[in-house]
């Protein structure tokens, strides 16, 4: 299911493919469409010319009838702004920057964010001899990656045409009886579950891959919100002070078209599109921004192929000619 339209992940492939399997099949994958991206452009902006839609590089302008923007929800990483952050004598860096533990071995590590990016960090560092700690202001919903050996994006799939209020009612004893309560690791459980937390939120839930149980053996430890950072580390919400030799910021993205796309009335204040698909602009399409249960990659399929039929029915011809 989590592949791209024509063109399905190999048979080879396990359950839940590498990161350096996605990145080959995506590479046979525009080979094989013979698509030719070109790089190094980036897009300064897009604006309504005339009857066609105009891109801005920083070397030149392209002109194009239709316009599809498919820089998603994590284009700009976001940086908090915590009080005398400047301060701090370790090293801080987005998560997007984080390569692997090897940097961290012996250290004491502070990972600000519990999304998924973050949990996944608290392993890799686990697992590099590093001593991970996990700041966490608010609730969170964590799920795991498979029920009783069936895939969760499987169940998301299943569940589509539920109101998501009812599906996380059904879900909710198979997700205790498969984690347990994440109130005993020190967490806070969000009033709603994750299928709503998708709807609502437009964030999408925890997936486990074993951080509950490092946090459960104490491997890694849950801590509450950042105040402010001194020179040696932070003070907490609770008025502790820890020191820390680093500082990991997993605050998750945003969206950012506003940067670029001059009609911000289709954009939400965070600059997401607030629809995904088409938007109120003619010849302007969205890809690839809608938070799903059904995983990226399959709803990145849908959306490809409904954009693809309406420029082509626009045209008189098909997707597939």
Not at 31 to 47: S, Y
Not at 232 to 261: C, K, M, P, Q, S
Request: contains cysteine; hydrophobic residues 40%; proline residues 6%.
């Amino acid at each position: 299911n989590s592949s791209l339209p024509y063109f399905p992940l190999p048979d080879s492939y396990p359950q839940y493919p590498s990161k350096e399997q996605v990145v080959d099949y995506l590479v046979d994958y525009s080979g094989t469409l013979k698509t030719q991206p070109l790089f190094n452009q980036k897009v300064n902006a897009v604006a309504r010319k005339g009857t066609n839609w105009n891109v801005a590089t920083a070397d030149r302008n392209y002109t194009a009838g239709e316009v599809i923007i498919a820089t998603g929800n994590t284009r700009m990483p976001v940086w908090p702004d915590f009080e005398c952050m400047a301060n701090f004598h370790g090293s801080i860096i987005h998560s997007s920057s984080y390569i692997n533990g090897a940097p961290y071995e012996g250290k004491k590590v502070l990972i600000v964010g519990f999304g998924n990016s973050a949990c996944e960090i608290a392993i890799c560092l686990h697992e590099h001899s590093a001593f991970p700690y996990m700041s966490v202001r608010n609730g969170v919903n964590v799920i795991p990656r498979d029920i009783f050996g069936i895939p969760i994006v499987y169940v998301g799939i299943a569940e589509s045409f539920l109101p998501p209020a009812f599906a996380d009612f059904v879900n909710k004893p198979f997700i205790r009886l498969s984690l347990g309560s994440i109130d005993k690791s020190g967490l806070k459980q969000l009033p709603y579950g994750a299928l709503t937390q998708i709807v609502k939120d437009r964030k999408a839930p925890v997936i486990d891959v074993g951080t509950l149980a490092l946090i459960r053996d104490r491997a890694v430890k849950v801590l509450p919100g950042v105040s402010r950072f001194t020179e040696n580390g932070v003070v907490l919400e609770n008025g502790r002070e820890e020191h820390f030799d680093a500082v990991i910021l997993g605050t998750g993205y945003r969206a950012a078209v506003n940067d670029f796309l001059k009609d911000t009335s289709v954009l939400d204040k965070n600059g997401c599109p607030k629809s995904g698909g088409h938007s109120t602009s003619k010849g302007l399409y969205f890809c690839g921004f809608d938070v799903v249960a059904t995983g990226a990659l399959h709803q990145i399929g849908i959306e490809a192929k409904s954009i693809a039929n309406d420029i082509m029915n626009k045209s008189g011809k098909s997707a597939h000619d």
